[in-house]
């Protein structure tokens, strides 16, 4: 029997005139580390705020582990772990008071689920009686992590972990969640940085309350309809103004060190584009053929969207 | 249950934790009493009166003597003619004057019933007031150390304040201010602190846990009906060993009805903390919306029957106007729950409207 | 030799024991973009309060456009332009409110309010929503709308505060070409950002760790100091060295 760990069927969302979410459909797998992937404004958090049985959809449904969203919230909240996207614990408590709260809450104690949040709390543990609102933003993080985990959540919704977070622990949060994933637990994160897609198992790309693509990420990086070009010269910004106005231009942007080139054919004549652009009198010219990333999909979904 | 406790003790933490709350919960009762207190009382000691003994008897000698050992007035003049009072008060030192009538004696002993005068400044109403219940209670313990004959002597103190005649007991500011004070403790405070929860995003964590609403509400109950109780007792100590206002009622009684009072408060923030989101709001709610009607309309300070009749009738739905009557019945009256066991049920319907609303409004979901 | 715009030699500031900013020293030139980066909490936007005169220095020097911090904050802030995140605009003005009400700040004359408002309107394509009010415009168009408000009085230098936190990839780039096109009209960009990508697009870099600058060049020179690929990296190996 196929049970998933989250089925959506056409959820709508809506806050007055804007509407949020746009008939979102989408299934879930049991054990997965699923990614939503999309900048601020795209649905993100009312849909992870939906499924965390925290907003009513306006319409559709959700089942998360099986249980209605709307009629049997209690039986999830029992059985989910909930990070919102602004730390969201009290900063007048120490660490440990924090963790021993929400052991509480859930009726059970540190000791018991120790096991579960060894390998994130004992980072933080030599600190435990700093209060939180003392912590660094990684530290936090663990905290909260430590918090969402302690009752040993069947699923964990986490509301962009990682924003605003130094790349450092960025990474390290990164490789917390994996771990969890070992250990069977159903792990749904939103994030607006495009590269953490990679880390995912799937990723869903939202785009102004829709999904765009659902899949792997090495599936939606397959779907890239085009080859991509990276072009380098010594003058950036003036590199970019005449790759735009060269005939055969579909898209560029900048990336980095290079700025992302597609042509209207498929395949670059890369011998026109250098000549072209040594007329412009470039210099350090440098043209490449690459393979596209998750925010080169991104914005070429966008592109095909409007 | 362990659920429940845990979440108490993190209640303590958060307000033991917090100078701000330490100051406004402990503080700010001290410091009003001790304002309330002294700006009405510290001339009681050895105030100056003045005295027209237009009489000059044996008795009238007795009640002189008993009034300068009472120790709380200093006899500044003697005075020999009416007009002279006047001037006295103009000039402002003499607070209070006693003006016995003609044959004082005589009409004690031929009609058993005589007058005696007692004329206040009353530009310090709080001050004028004190001095006639001292002066008054002097006398009557007199009328009684001299009623040792077979026919009951009367002696019927004629009052009559100066520039401010229609004047109301003193002893009413120490009910009025454990009733506003316990309405700001709790009622605020508690507002205060759940919308903290939701300012700061920890309500939507407690929201996606198990936790019912009512375990939450009751959490916060806990430690300020603890902490606003302690104050009542606090302000009635002070009140009684500092400025001796009296209890003369059953304090079991005074200190039930009081949980009562506080239990409606608090009933009263959760509600107001239901309908707003900020901590600022919250505060600015509890002030206008509590403080103010508190303050203005429940008789603490203006009186009820003076005031127009349609304020008259919004007083009615002012919770505070009914605990001033009963703390003010038990402590001055000095009466039992026969006497205003309806105002307790009204205080009773209060609190059951307000949780009963509080349970409805109360969202188990973010929006 | 053409004086730095933005000049700072051991500047600290310091609230009580905690050292928020420590002596950092460092020369920006002319139509540069300069890159301000760090990690949360490590002194970006003290640094930068203190060169935009909103905070008094503890001790060191520093001038921007020739002015000093201490004496002369009144004159840097008139030839400045400031973005923080997205708070720049007021969101129940219209287009065209908001504009005038910056344009009047910084006392343009009617006429120049005038043809200012004319152009930016066309330039950035907001004909049509020219009397919507900003909290109904996409994200996107209100922070090209602030940035050009930023500089809508032709300002020296600009500093933007993580312009493009949280703003879809298009956006954000569509974001640097304004960014771009400033800077090669001649005004200095002093840049603050989380993303590692877009250091990349700054002629220089410097690198905040714990109130001080721990490293400071061009892009391309720091990869190769620390032998990697990306800025990302680069980062990662300065946050945590004891890790690299």
Redesign the interface.
Known sequence: MKNPALSINRLLKSYGKLRALKEISLEVNRGELFGLI?????GKTSLI?IL?????PDGGSAEVLGHDVIRE??VI??K?G?M?G????????TIL?NL???A????TTVEKNYHLIKDIYAQIEPFKDRKAGQL??GMKQKLALS?AMIHEPEILFLDEPT???????R?EFWEMLKKLREKGITIIVST?Y?DEANLCDRVALI?DGAIMSVDTPEAVVETFPTFLYAIKSSD??LL?QDLRDYPNVNSV?????YLHYTDKRKELPEDELRQYLEEHKHRELEIKRIEPGI?DC??AF??KEN | MNRFLAFVKKEFYHIFRDRRTLVILFGMPVVQILLFGYAITNEIKDARIAILDKSKDHLSVRLIEKIRSSGYFLIEDYLNQEVEIEKLFKEGTIKLVLVIDESFAQNLEKQHATNIQLLADATDPNTANTLINYATAIIRNFQAEINSGTLPLTIIPEVRMRYNPNLRSVFLFVPGLITIILMLVSAMMTSISIAREKEVGTMEVLLASPMQPGQVILAKVVPYLMLSFINAVVILIMGKFIFGVPINGSLPLLLLESILFILMALSLGILISTVTQSQQAALLISLMGLMLPTILLSGFIFPIENMPPALQVISNFIPAKWFIIIAKSIMLKGVGITYFWQETLVLVGFTILFVALSIKKFKIRLA | MEEPIIYAKDLTKKFGDFTAVDAISFEINRGEIFGFLGANGAGKTTAMKMLIGLWKPTSGKASVAGFDVYREAEKIKKNIGYMSQRFSLYEDLTVVENIQFYAGIYGLTNQQIKSKTTGLIEKLGLLEVRDSRIQSLPLGWKQKLAFSVAILHDPKIVFLDEPTGGVDPITRRQFWDLIYEAAHNGITVFVTTHYMDEAEYCDRVSIMVNGRIEALDNPSTLKKQFNVDTMHEVFVKMARPQEA
Do not use: H, W
């Not at chain 1, 965390?52 to 009513?56: F, V």
């Not at chain 1, 942007?253 to 060190?257: D, I, K, L, N, Y």
């Open positions: 999309g900048p601020d404004g795209a705020r965390a049985t925290l907003l009513l919230y209690k909240r029992n989910m909930y919102p602004r730390f969201s614990l009290y900063q007048d408590l008071e021993e709260l929400f509480s809450i859930y009726e660094s933003g918090c924003t605003g977070v130094d790349p450092v622990s990474n607006p495009m785009q950036k910004y970019l942007f900048a990336f980095g060190e925010e991104f914005m966008m592109e």
